[in-house]
């Protein structure tokens, strides 16, 4: 059983930034990746970006250069750093975690970037 809190979603105007958290908690197992996905209405889900145990990042290419991807193994915590967003980004973000064994999702978070 493994839990994804998230938190961070809200209104923003184009250009700007905000900065999404997810905790992870349960039965979390190593070696595992953290991401986040997002869906926009009438479209897919589409990675945005993931990072491994070890660091290694990806990401979404609409995205590069303005996101950025951490997390904190220690707390199970990943980070999105959204900065120069703009309309297209608006979607519902949801954090995911992969394992071996198996994966889980977060209920995910509004994010909505006005023009």
């Known amino acids: 059983q493994v839990q994804l809190v998230e938190s961070g979603g809200g209104l923003v105007q184009g250009g700007g930034s905000l900065r999404l958290p997810c905790a992870a908690s349960?039965?979390?197992?190593?070696?595992?990746?953290m991401g986040w996905f997002r869906q926009a209405p009438g479209k897919q889900r589409e990675l945005v970006a993931r990072?491994?145990?070890?660091?290694?990042?990806d990401y979404a290419d609409s995205v590069k250069g303005r996101f950025t991807i951490s997390r904190d193994n220690a707390k199970n915590t990943v980070y999105l750093q959204m900065n120069s967003l703009k309309p297209e980004d608006t979607a519902v973000y949801y954090c995911?975690?992969?394992?071996?064994?198996?994966?889980?999702w977060g209920q995910g978070t509004q994010v909505t970037v006005s023009s």
């Open positions: 995911n975690i992969k394992m071996d064994r198996g994966d889980a």
């Open positions: 349960g039965s979390i197992f190593s070696p595992n990746i």
């Open positions: 990072i491994n145990t070890g660091g290694r990042i």
